[in-house]
């Protein structure tokens, strides 16, 4: 039987107590009616997980005992950055999601001339710990135990213009010349952009190719947004990855 995976911020340490609070205590009590001595896998997000045991249920708060630690790792060997454009509601929480799956690293939101969403700076922090808690929640679901980072909301020209050199940069693009073979035989690392409901501008399709995004084919149609960055991300993972 599967044990039940709870996200814990760290750093844990095998032998010692961690207390489990907020909504993870409430879908630990509540939810799954566990009590005191039933099992857990903890992890604190940076690598492997610990076996624990139920040592409390209070009101609120779960206080459990750690026990070894396991290293096993899920990661993917391809280091994936995601920088999706920012969509509403649930359909940009299920792209990340649904990109936690998928072994993305990191996963950048960006405001680009079409979205829709439009956010202010207290709205952005907020925004930011909510999809942050989605891919908590992702990486207990899937086995996965080291955190993607999701960064803070930033519009598309601030995040072109801190881009660094090198690096596999794919803009998917049904109007691309090329497909999966035009990109190159081996990558370690790869980023992916995917524009938001209305997709790019020309404009900032422009700027992305100048800064060194190869716009690829990935079929002859128009994909939505979520659907766009999980097909992208799939096919990345398929050719330089784990899938």
Known sequence: MRLTRVHVPGPLAAGSLCTVRGDAAAHIARVLRLGVGASLAVFDGAGGEYCARIEAVRKGEVVVALGARREGETESPLRLTLAQGVSRGERMDWVVQKAVELGVERIVPVLTERSVVRLDAAQ?????????????????????????????????????????????????????????????????????????????????????????????????????????AVVALTLLQQRFGDL
């Open 124 to 228: 952005a922090r907020n925004k930011q710990r909510h999809w942050h808690g989605i891919a908590v929640a992702a990486c207990e679901q899937s086995g996965r135990s080291r955190l993607p980072q999701v960064a803070a909301a930033l519009t598309l020209d601030a995040f072109l213009a801190a881009l660094p050199e090198g690096g596999l940069r794919v803009l998917p693009s049904p109007q691309g010349a090329e497909g999966l073979a035009a990109l190159p035989p081996a990558a370690a690392e790869a980023l992916v952009l995917i524009g938001p409901e209305g997709g790019l501008t020309e404009r900032e399709a422009g700027a992305a190719l100048a800064r060194g995004f190869l716009p690829v084919r990935f079929g002859p149609r128009v994909l939505r947004t979520e659907t766009a």
